[in-house]
């Protein structure tokens, strides 16, 4: 069993940074890929970053629209998961979570664990 919970969100006007933070329980976070989806209001959760426990070549992906603006990282020895976001827009306002998937994959359906997820809200 995977803990995880969200700290970092909160109000921002556009244009400005956030760093948020995933602390996990998990002993073995090392093997574990991470990512960071969201969820606004009226609309379907969607995927923002991941990363994977290792791998050779690029272990990182993130979706088009945070591409170049949202950088993911990993502590393995904090057990800790990390999304820097800059050049933040309103329509980056969401339920941030993070999610745990066992092994190294980039498949969203193996994602078997979830924070509780905290507020990003980006004013105009």
């Known amino acids: 069993q995977v803990q995880l919970v969200e700290s970092g969100g909160g109000l921002v006007q556009s244009g400005g940074s956030l760093r948020l933070s995933c602390a996990a329980s998990a002993g073995t976070f090392d093997r574990y890929t991470m990512g960071w989806f969201r969820q606004a209001p009226g609309k379907e959760r969607e995927f923002v970053a991941a990363?994977?426990?290792?791998?050779?070549?690029?272990?990182?992906r993130y979706a088009d629209s945070v591409k170049g603006r949202f950088t993911i990282s990993r502590d393995n020895a904090n057990n800790t998961l990390y999304l820097e976001m800059n050049s933040l827009q309103p329509e980056d306002t969401a339920i941030y979570y993070c999610a745990a998937a066992y092994g190294s994959t980039w498949s969203e359906s193996r994602y078997n664990y979830w924070g509780q997820g905290t507020q990003v809200t980006v004013s105009s």
């Open positions: 990363i994977k426990w290792r791998g050779i070549g690029v272990n990182t």
